[in-house]
């Protein structure tokens, strides 16, 4: 499975034009994408890439809103008062009512800079809305999913901020102080009256974000998801969802041999789908690069601590130099169908990939395959003793624990 880039209806500088690239540029990229990758591996499974809360102006649009905005911070996530949006004819009036807003009244919008190949800096802004089943925001969503499957003719989508059920600096992409839910509140724990009543989105488009994913699997599509499921509308429906969870630990900071530490945002994954996106070496700087295939390892190491698998993610790691190691458990971790995760491995039906020794049971008559993989990805004389029993096989493994990545096939 490869999701294609770029986004659709946002962050789509083509770097050829300078502009933003137009649904024909994006299908006629997305056909060749998908026809080149065909031909090497047919059955290979094409995504597209949306984002869940956006709603983009057109360049003109975006340059006089930002000249609009008062003071100095211009760029990032800012709060501006609404009547900033006047007469944008990019952002329709339905879309508008979509946003998130502040106690004052005020909105959010992000705001950054791209540039294409002429070097030619320009402004580029979203308006930060949320879906409901009733609002303008889930049907731009639905129709971006119908474009990507029907037009375009790849094989589901990958949605970004998919929950918008954040804590810390995500809670900006959640709660809104315009209308309320019919649930959220903030009570005086005095006096138990309630004192402010908003909207959760994540609670407010549970049942549009249900749709979106029924859209896509009832066409035999495949959808992937940035956050866990954080309502029961979502939690049984066969969607993957994982957790962009690089920011969370320091794999440069774990010792040769030692457990990884455990962080609560992963255990969001054990009556789900436990999978946690990769880690981007370079986010360390030096040290990141000279480690690189290091980093990626422990990050499996990490995932897998929590019960986890790994996807991989715009890394590419060197042949050569202090961070040069291979792909080895990246290229041996899929498909899985889970069936047993527990404290450094995941076990599956059709293999087990784990950090820590111990004997697992494989059933069937065909003698399973052992592989085993150093902390730079390289392959390894496996230590395995593989016995036939009743029923099938166990294959007792002994790993340098949290340092080894074996796999059983």
Excluded at 197 to 213: E, H, N, P, Q, S
Excluded at 352 to 373: D, I, K, N
Aim: charged share 25%; aromatic share 10%; with cysteine.
């Amino acid at each position: 499975m490869v999701a294609v880039m770029p986004w659709l209806d946002y962050d789509n500088m083509n770097l050829v034009t300078g502009e933003l690239t137009t649904r024909d540029e994006y299908k006629q990229m997305m056909q060749e994408a998908a026809a080149a990758f065909r031909a090497v591996k047919p059955d290979i499974k094409l995504i597209g890439c949306i984002e869940s809360f956006p709603a983009q102006l057109s360049l003109d649009d975006a340059q006089t809103l930002v000249d609009r905005i008062p003071g100095s911070v211009k760029t990032g996530w800012v709060s501006i008062a609404p009547e900033l949006l006047d007469g944008l004819e990019s952002l329709p009036p339905d879309r508008v009512a979509c946003a998130l807003r502040d106690r004052e009244g005020r909105v959010l919008v992000e705001s950054y800079r791209r540039a294409g190949f002429d070097g030619v800096s320009h402004a580029m802004v979203a308006l930060v809305t949320y879906p409901t089943l009733e609002n303008a925001q889930h049907a731009t969503l639905m129709e971006q999913a119908r474009f990507l499957m029907e037009e375009c003719g790849l094989d589901g989508l990958y949605i970004d901020c998919f929950s918008f059920s954040y804590d810390g600096a995500g809670a900006i992409l959640r709660y809104s102080d315009e209308g309320w839910d019919g649930r959220t509140c903030d009570i005086d724990p005095q006096t138990g009256a309630v004192v402010l009543r908003y909207v959760d989105a994540g609670l407010a488009g549970a049942d549009a974000r249900a749709a979106l994913i029924n859209y896509v699997l009832e066409r035999g599509g495949v959808f992937v998801g940035n956050s866990y499921a954080s309502v029961k509308q979502t939690q049984s429906l066969g969607a993957f969802r994982f957790s962009e969870s690089e920011y969370n630990f320091d794999p440069l900071a774990i010792g040769e041999g030692e457990k990884p530490p455990l962080f609560y945002r992963m255990t969001g994954s054990h009556l789900g789908s436990p999978i946690g996106l990769g880690y981007r070496p370079d986010r360390l700087g030096q040290a990141g690069t000279d480690s690189y295939a290091r980093v990626m390892m422990k990050t499996i190491i990490t995932y897998l601590r929590h019960g986890a698998l790994t996807y991989h993610y715009q890394t590419e790691i060197p042949e050569t130099g202090p961070g040069a190691g291979e792909y080895g458990p990246f290229n041996h971790m899929f498909p899985m169908t889970i069936e047993r995760i527990g404290e450094g491995f995941v076990e599956g039906r059709e293999r087990v990939v784990t950090a820590v020794s111990g004997t697992f049971h494989r059933a069937g008559e065909r003698r399973p395959e052992v592989l085993m993989f150093d902390v730079t990805g390289r392959a390894i004389a496996p230590r395995a003793d593989v016995k036939q029993v009743a029923g099938g096989w166990d294959v007792e493994l002994a790993l340098q624990d949290w340092e080894n990545v074996a796999v059983i096939e």
